[in-house]
T-cell receptor, first 113, second 115 residues
Framework: AQSVAQPEDQVNVAEGNPLTVKCTYS??????LFWYVQYPNRGLQFLLKYITGDNLVKGSYGFEAEFNKSQTSFHLKKPSALVSDSALYFCAVIRGSNYQLIWGAGTKLIIKP | DTGVSQDPRHKITKRGQNVTFRCDPI?????LYWYRQTLGQGPEFLTY????????KSRLLSDRFSAERPKGSFSTLEIQRTEQGDSAMYLC?????????????FGSGTQLSVL
């Protein structure tokens, strides 16, 4: 079965420090991987995606993610966290050819000043 | 605002009543999705449209749920005989293109509370 796991319910980081939000996946074939962010009272927003090519993908708001095929991971990273990065982050993978996204449960990121 | 809009933002209803939600996608987006999200969980796929054709429905979508997208523009999601377990945030998303890996644009959702 194809799935996505976000092992941390919550991540706490001090402002200015680097942050990592973890995601691992299980999918047959080549994965299409995504990160979305959800701010309070707002819709989900696309951050970045991995389709093929360079394992380091750069996205919106200074975020990047590293695709690691051997570890089946797609961790989200940012070199220097901002308080405004505090939000709920979701990792997702496309399942097969039917355009369905399979979502992780989300990780709440809290950046403390 | 040219984003995806959903109406209403909040809906409170009594068990057994019918409810209908509306989604207006970004104009010219040919694919439209409905998801359901409960607290502490990621979105759960319900159904999706390519233009006016409903191409897939989740097995989780009981016969009390129906969705339409007449003329390939706005979409409606109706829940008949609501149950308390239907309480959730209902999200709509749209995208343009035929590629499988296109990013989705989400609306702010409709929060349904069934009393």
């Amino acid at each position: 079965a194809q799935s996505v796991a976000q092992p941390e319910d919550q991540v706490n980081v001090a402002e200015g420090n680097p942050l990592t939000v973890k995601c691992t996946y299980s999918v047959s074939g080549n994965p299409y991987l995504f990160w979305y962010v959800q701010y309070p009272n707002r819709g989900l927003q696309f951050l970045l995606k991995y389709i093929t090519g360079d394992n380091l993908v750069k996205g919106s708001y200074g975020f990047e993610a590293e695709f690691n095929k051997s570890q089946t991971s797609f961790h989200l990273k940012k070199p220097s966290a901002l308080v405004s990065d505090s939000a709920l982050y979701f990792c997702a993978v496309i399942r097969g050819s039917n355009y369905q996204l399979i979502w992780g449960a989300g990780t709440k990121l809290i950046i403390k000043p | 605002d040219t984003g995806v809009s959903q109406d209403p933002r909040h809906k409170i209803t009594k068990r057994g009543q019918n409810v209908t939600f509306r989604c207006d996608p970004i104009s010219e987006h040919n694919r439209l999705y409905w998801y359901r999200q409960t607290l502490g969980q990621g979105p759960e796929f319900l159904t999706y449209f390519q233009n006016e054709a409903q191409l897939e429905k989740s097995r989780l979508l009981s016969d009390r749920f129906s969705a339409e997208r007449p003329k390939g523009s706005f979409s409606t999601l109706e829940i008949q005989r609501t149950e308390q377990g239907d309480s959730a945030m209902y999200l709509c998303a749209s995208t343009l293109g035929g590629a499988i890996n296109e990013k989705l644009f989400f609306g702010s959702g409709t929060q349904l509370s069934v009393l």
